[in-house]
């Protein structure tokens, strides 16, 4: 079933991001891929489409929190979080 919107830029800032995790965890000599690979469609559609959250506002009261308890997927969380600009240029 589709609803006619374009996930276009979603799938490819997922692909992207699955590149970003394996290329840094290829330069690490450590870590996992499974975990990041799995969870980036996710990880994307809700910091892109979904939760209401600020990079510019980190302490919004009426942000949506997000927890990641599925910790061999933190690179690209990390990945989601760049993407978003949570980071300081």
Do not use: C
């Amino acid at each position: 079933m589709s609803n006619g919107e374009d996930y276009s830029e979603l799938v490819a800032l997922a692909r992207r991001g699955r590149w970003l995790a394996i290329s840094t965890v290829a330069k690490s000599g450590a870590g996992h891929v499974g975990g990041p690979f799995s969870a980036m469609d996710l990880m994307i559609a809700l910091y892109f489409r979904v939760l209401r959250v600020d990079p510019q506002n980190p302490q919004w009261p009426a942000r949506d929190r997000f927890i990641l308890s599925k910790g061999h997927s933190s690179i690209g969380l990390y990945v989601v979080y760049g993407f978003a600009r949570f980071f300081a240029d």
